[in-house]
């Protein structure tokens, strides 16, 4: 089985990359990633040499290029992580949004359809939903709750989504979609919560919350996200959509204390600042569909997935240290030259 994982330099791309390759050793794992400022080449050098593995720089929107990667490597699935991802970017510039997240995500199909492939999977997110009121703990997002989007990044995410949605009615690709709650373990990049806060409480600066920090996220391990891609890019339904989350609220104000006690720092950190415009205040995922049809659970609970993370982030400081000095976007033309990885 050949497969593009598209993004596979970001968080949980690599992580699918790691997952695969180690499940599938037979597998073939093409990574395609034009490397944005949230794509980190280092986090994939332990897979560089490995046969079953390469790695291309290029965009998603480089039509020219992505026909040629499927003319050389007749991929079987195409897994697409590659997007801009941050909602307070999208807010400050939302053009790039459009472009990789929806743009992009028509180029991949196009060369799907134009060459043939077994499944397209779209990797999207359950705030194509908008939010929840907080209080109305009784309400979930599931496959069936309308699109209501509150960013520039949602709203570009569910456009692909839509797009996807019609590929598969209007030329009968073979494609799924799956929508999932906020992700945290290894490889996070550190602009988001988790990360930000670990990597600013160790060293002793604030601790910046938006609001009063009353919002609430459904985290999921990454690994757990991955396995369900897994699930569903195999035995998943084609034009079906599957909501992947863990059924673990927080807010955000309790993860940043979780951190704190977690690394013996001062709750004194936490600094309050002003609200994200148009700050979603609850997602909360039903993932009854992906249970029943295809057997997935979560399987790491909150209480050890956040210690294995501090952990992770503690053990590897090189990493995430060498992207807040921004050295990890000179690794790409220090390592590899253009023409090694770009046939
Ligand atoms: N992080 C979460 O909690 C979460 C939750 C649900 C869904 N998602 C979705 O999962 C996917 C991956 O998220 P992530 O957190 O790993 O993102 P990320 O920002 O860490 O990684 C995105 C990757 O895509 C690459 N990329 C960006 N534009 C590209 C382009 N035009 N061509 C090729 N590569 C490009 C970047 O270089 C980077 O390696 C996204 O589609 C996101 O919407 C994320």
Same mark, same amino acid.
């Given at each position: 089985?050949?497969?593009?994982?598209?993004?596979?330099?970001?968080?949980?791309?690599?992580?699918?990359?790691?997952?695969?390759?180690?499940?599938?050793?037979?597998?073939?794992?093409?990574?395609? +990633?034009?490397?944005?400022?949230?794509?980190?080449?280092?986090?994939?050098?332990?897979?560089?040499?490995?046969?079953?593995?390469?790695?291309?720089?290029?965009?998603?929107?480089?039509?020219?290029? =992505?026909?040629?990667?499927?003319?050389?490597?007749?991929?079987?699935?195409?897994?697409?992580?590659?997007?801009?991802?941050?909602?307070?970017?999208?807010?400050?510039?939302?053009?790039?949004?459009?472009?990789?997240?929806?743009?992009?995500?028509?180029? $991949?199909?196009?060369?799907?359809?134009?060459?043939?492939?077994?499944?397209?999977?779209?990797?999207?997110? +359950?705030? =194509?939903?908008? +939010?929840?009121?907080?209080?109305?703990?009784?309400?979930?997002?599931?496959?069936?709750?309308?699109?209501?989007?509150?960013?520039?990044?949602?709203?570009?995410?569910?456009?692909?989504?839509?797009?996807?949605?019609?590929?598969?009615?209007?030329?009968?690709?073979?494609?799924?979609?799956?929508?999932?709650?906020?992700?945290?373990?290894?490889?996070?990049?550190?602009?988001?919560?988790?990360?930000?806060?670990?990597?600013?409480?160790?060293?002793?600066?604030?601790?910046?919350?938006?609001?009063?920090?009353?919002?609430?996220?459904?985290?999921?391990?990454?690994?757990?996200?991955?396995?369900?891609?897994?699930?569903?890019?195999?035995?998943?339904?084609?034009?079906?959509?599957?909501?992947?989350?863990?059924?673990?609220?927080?807010?955000?104000?309790?993860?940043?204390?979780?951190?704190?006690?977690?690394?013996?720092?001062?709750?004194?950190?936490?600094?309050?600042?002003?609200?994200?415009?148009?700050?979603?205040?609850?997602?909360?995922?039903?993932?009854?569909?992906?249970?029943?049809?295809?057997?997935?659970?979560?399987?790491?609970?909150?209480?050890?997935?956040?210690?294995?993370?501090?952990?992770?982030?503690?053990?590897?400081?090189?990493?995430?240290?060498?992207?807040?000095?921004?050295?990890?976007?000179?690794?790409?033309?220090?390592?590899?030259?253009?023409?090694?990885? $770009?046939?």
């Amino acid at each position: 089985m050949n497969i593009i994982v598209t993004g596979g330099a970001g968080f949980i791309g690599s992580n699918f990359i790691f997952h695969m390759l180690k499940k599938y050793p037979d597998y073939r794992i093409i990574c395609l +990633d034009c490397l944005t400022y949230a794509g980190n080449l280092s986090t994939l050098r332990p897979i560089m040499d490995n046969p079953n593995f390469r790695f291309v720089k290029e965009s998603i929107t480089n039509r020219t290029t =992505v026909y040629k990667l499927f003319e050389e490597e007749h991929p079987d699935i195409i897994v697409n992580f590659a997007a801009e991802s941050h909602v307070d970017r999208s807010i400050e510039n939302p053009q790039v949004f459009l472009e990789t997240n929806i743009i992009g995500t028509s180029v $991949l199909m196009d060369a799907c359809r134009k060459y043939g492939i077994k499944r397209y999977h779209q990797v999207s997110t +359950d705030e =194509v939903y908008g +939010d929840l009121p907080l209080d109305r703990p009784d309400l979930f997002f599931t496959e069936d709750t309308p699109i209501h989007t509150s960013s520039p990044y949602s709203s570009s995410k569910a456009s692909a989504d839509l797009l996807v949605q019609a590929y598969n009615r209007t030329y009968g690709l073979p494609t799924t979609i799956s929508r999932c709650s906020n992700n945290y373990g290894p490889y996070h990049f550190p602009e988001k919560l988790i990360p930000l806060m670990i990597a600013n409480a160790l060293a002793d600066k604030p601790l910046p919350v938006y609001g009063e920090g009353l919002n609430v996220r459904d985290w999921l391990y990454v690994e757990d996200h991955c396995k369900a891609i897994d699930l569903i890019i195999h035995n998943g339904r084609v034009g079906e959509v599957y909501n992947v989350g863990g059924h673990n609220e927080m807010k955000n104000i309790d993860i940043v204390k979780i951190i704190c006690k977690a690394l013996g720092k001062p709750e004194s950190l936490i600094t309050y600042v002003a609200d994200r415009k148009g700050h979603d205040m609850r997602y909360a995922i039903d993932p009854t569909k992906i249970h029943a049809e295809l057997g997935w659970l979560p399987e790491t609970k909150f209480e050890d997935g956040i210690q294995k993370t501090i952990q992770w982030y503690l053990d590897n400081k090189d990493w995430w240290e060498t992207i807040i000095s921004g050295e990890y976007q000179n690794y790409y033309e220090k390592m590899y030259n253009t023409e090694g990885l $770009l046939k």
